[in-house]
């Protein structure tokens, strides 16, 4: 990893795009550039991504030889709520980085959801159908970029991890968290089965896949199927969090519509990297030994 490169990544005020930034920066001889909507601790220019004029000035400024694409609305009641923003966002700025950028590596960060089959385990090669506005988008935005020459498209299900601000609210663990403080009860399906996976694990692969420059779709997730309640109780348990703000529940009762076997295979990327995914509880301990204080601190606060 001693070749230099120039990486943007987009989204660094969200989990992913913030871990990521701040993993290359420490781990590899990389220059790391973020962008994100608004201002933040990991991020050298504030740009609206949905207006093309704007990503044509980033490219006046900015010549990377790989794009981490990780900003997205991916909370699915509002993109079912605000189909406008959703678009926008998820589509339209896709589109723009993926034009203007169209010589870089090109990294985008679709989901899991895509996947819609009564029984789950999917590969890279199933079926993919849009069982709601958001993963239609996704969707849209996988096409943008499967044109490009050098594209990546991955599919991660459901990352976890610890970031202290607002942005981090659509992460599971982050939920739980909040929900805690707020002496709330977090209502979890006892029937959507998924692989979480820890932030970190993710950008450590990513890393590993941009070194070894693989192109193509690759699913990333933990090798263990769990349901979301499971998932839930595993962490509450790990990191020494009260059951009793947990409670299962039957996806019936959920507003919007997603996948109930939303499993996947990552094989792919771990043989193609040589490299295996760490078991989910070891990777729960391992974010509790990196953020047991901050989580702690996190919780007393009013």
């Given amino acids: 990893m001693d070749e230099e490169k120039t990486v943007l990544i987009t989204g660094t005020t969200g989990l992913v795009g913030s871990r990521a ?153 982050m939920q739980l968290l909040d929900n805690i403080r707020q002496g709330k009860v977090t209502r979890s399906p006892r029937d959507q089965y998924f692989n979480p996976i820890w932030v970190d694990v993710v950008v450590e692969i990513l890393c590993r896949i941009i070194d070894a420059d693989l192109r193509g779709v690759y699913n990333i997730g933990s090798n263990e199927d769990i349901s979301k309640y499971a998932f839930n109780r595993l962490v509450m348990d790990c990191l020494g969090l009260d059951s009793g703000f947990l409670e299962g529940i039957d996806s019936a009762s959920l507003d919007v519509r997603r996948p109930t076997m939303g499993t996947i295979s990552s094989a792919k990327v771990q043989d193609e990297l040589g490299h295996r995914i760490p078991p989910l509880a070891g990777m729960i301990n391992a974010l509790h030994a990196a953020s047991a204080g901050s989580i702690a601190r996190y919780l007393s606060q009013e």
């Fill in 21 to 173: 930034y701040e993993y290359l920066r420490a781990g590899t001889p990389w220059t790391v550039l973020g962008t994100s909507r608004s201002s933040g601790a990991c991020v050298d220019a504030a740009v609206d991504l949905t207006d093309r004029a704007a990503v044509d000035e980033l490219a006046s400024l900015y010549s990377p030889d790989v794009v981490i694409h990780t900003a997205a609305v991916s909370r699915t009641d509002v993109c079912e709520k605000n189909r406008d923003l959703c678009y926008a966002t998820n589509v339209a700025a896709t589109r723009n980085l993926a034009e203007v950028f169209s010589d870089a590596k090109f990294v985008y960060f679709s989901t899991y959801a895509v996947y819609d089959t009564p029984d789950g385990g999917c590969g890279e090669g199933c079926e993919t159908r849009a069982a709601n506005y958001y993963i239609q988008t996704k969707l849209l935005g996988e096409d943008c970029v499967r044109r490009l020459k050098n594209s990546v498209i991955l599919r991660p299900s459901v990352i976890f991890g610890f970031l202290e601000h607002e942005q981090a609210s659509k992460n599971y663990v």
